[in-house]
């Protein structure tokens, strides 16, 4: 292969995926710069798609608490690991580093969902060292994934947590959130529910390749006006802003969120970590060709020259001129449109439990979390249309324990 292609797909990008690449593991001292073509034969969907594949996590626990020092929330549940959603500039990609994969195509299409994530969460519940404090669903990958259509994990953890009356925000950029109405909406109307629905960019072609299998920008609109018209408080998340791409949108996104009744709204500026910069360069090299050096210029001047920063509260906003200027205009035209930017509390005051301690109230809006890691066991390649189960992993003869890295 071209050795200009480094980590390359040997089929090219495939239809419906954001990664052009498919990086070697930054733990392991080998990688491959071509994926074979047995395996692109092996994988393909008609079409020249390729197909995702589900994994069981068999964690021993659901509810993580977060210990980063710049996110305002204490806890969180995330029913998947890795994303179909498949958004390029995902933060989260490196954590599928820690389970062997890579942070490129394997993200999009080498999920990890947790099939007994409701009994896991019911059990915690239960213990009485919980006290019942918000937790936010999801910290780290999308809740409403297109795989969750079919397995339904959300759905089932949302049962339990409405029999606690556990108080919870969900964040997402899918409208499958549409489908559990009936189960936030009562939950809502007690201010023990809240939505927060990521929105990039208005631009129908630049979502479709940036954000390939999430909902379209229109589609999340429409779901935050029918979650209002429920009674469910509802933020948009202009997450995350990009210097030099969708900055210029911050007015129009602020405005069309108002007009389909979010009430309140908040931002973050493009993080790179590890290898996520390289896979954003080769999407933007892509894509906006004749702007990607302007972008690239743009990013780093909210990161003092560089693509991306590490340290806790710069990477969240970044710093320098244009940074603090479009945390004004931000803040200027939420003002305007009529969207709260201030933090959202949620008590646990219908906490149902069996905890006795009062929980302090926590900022409940959708920013990130340290990605745990687990013993996983694979129950073969089904692909998203296929709910995960032991009769799964009887059927095909693929179940096995594979490892994670510390």
Same mark, same amino acid.
């Given at each position: 292969m071209d050795g200009d292609w480094k980590d390359g797909l040997t089929g090219g990008v495939r239809p419906g995926r954001a990664?052009?690449?498919? *990086?070697?593991?930054?733990?392991?001292?080998?990688?491959?710069?071509?994926?074979? +073509?047995? $395996?692109? !034969?092996?994988?393909?969907?008609?079409?020249?798609?390729?197909?995702?594949?589900v994994y069981r996590d068999r964690s021993k626990?659901?509810?993580?608490?977060?210990?980063?020092?710049?996110?305002?929330?204490?806890?969180?549940?995330n029913p998947y690991r890795g994303c179909e959603h498949g958004c390029i500039y995902c933060y989260a990609r490196p954590g599928h580093e820690y389970l062997g994969f890579s942070c490129g195509l394997d993200f999009e299409m080498r999920l990890l969902a947790k099939p007994d994530a409701a009994l896991l969460l019911e059990r915690e519940l239960s213990a009485a060292s919980w006290s019942g404090e *918000?937790?936010?669903?999801?910290?780290?990958?999308?809740?409403?994934?297109?795989? +969750?259509? $079919?397995? !339904?994990?959300t759905r089932d953890c949302l049962r339990v947590l409405g029999r606690f009356k556990q108080p919870y925000t969900i964040v997402t950029k899918n409208r499958l959130v549409l489908r559990d109405l009936d189960l936030i909406a009562p939950m809502a109307r007690q201010g023990l529910a809240r939505v927060a629905i990521s929105l990039t960019t208005l631009d129908q072609e630049?979502?479709?390749?940036?954000?390939?299998?999430?909902?379209?920008?229109?589609?999340?609109?429409?779901?935050?006006?029918?979650?209002?018209?429920?009674?469910?408080?509802?933020?948009?998340?202009?997450?995350?802003?990009?210097?030099?791409?969708?900055d210029r949108e911050i007015p129009q996104l602020l405005q069309a969120a108002s007009e389909h009744s979010a009430t309140?709204?908040?931002?973050?500026?493009?993080?790179?970590?590890?290898?996520?910069?390289?896979?954003?360069?080769?999407?933007?090299?892509?894509?906006?060709?004749?702007?990607?050096?302007?972008?690239?210029?743009?990013?780093?001047?909210v990161r003092n020259g560089r693509l991306n920063e590490s340290a806790f509260g710069r990477r969240m906003r970044?710093?320098?001129?244009?940074?603090?200027?479009?945390?004004?205009?931000?803040?200027?035209?939420?003002?305007?449109?009529?969207?709260?930017?201030?933090?959202?509390?949620?008590?646990?005051r219908s906490w149902a439990g069996p905890g006795k301690s009062k929980p302090s109230p926590v900022w409940d809006a959708p920013l990130f979390e340290a990605i745990q890691t687990t013993n996983l066991a694979k129950v073969g390649?089904?692909?998203s249309a296929e709910p995960i189960s032991d009769d799964v992993a009887k059927r095909t003869g693929k179940e096995g324990t594979m490892e994670t890295m510390d």
């Open positions: 990664s052009g690449l498919n *990086p070697g593991n930054r733990f392991e001292p080998l990688r491959l710069h071509v994926l074979g +073509e047995h $395996r692109d !034969e092996t994988l393909a969907e008609p079409g020249g798609q390729i197909a995702t594949q626990s659901v509810i993580n608490r977060v210990q980063s020092p710049d996110i305002p929330f204490r806890w969180t549940l *918000p937790i936010v669903l999801s910290g780290v990958t999308d809740c409403y994934q297109p795989v +969750e259509r $079919r397995l !339904e994990i630049l979502a479709r390749t940036m954000e390939p299998r999430a909902s379209s920008p229109g589609d999340r609109l429409a779901a935050m006006a029918e979650l209002a018209g429920a009674g469910v408080p509802v933020t948009v998340m202009v997450a995350p802003i990009i210097p030099g791409l969708t309140s709204a908040g931002w973050v500026m493009l993080r790179l970590p590890h290898q996520v910069k390289e896979l954003f360069i080769d999407w933007l090299e892509r894509s906006r060709p004749e702007a990607a050096g302007r972008i690239l210029a743009g990013i780093r001047q970044g710093h320098g001129s244009r940074a603090e200027g479009i945390g004004h205009l931000f803040t200027i035209f939420a003002r305007r449109y009529g969207l709260s930017v201030s933090q959202v509390m949620m008590g646990a390649e089904t692909g």
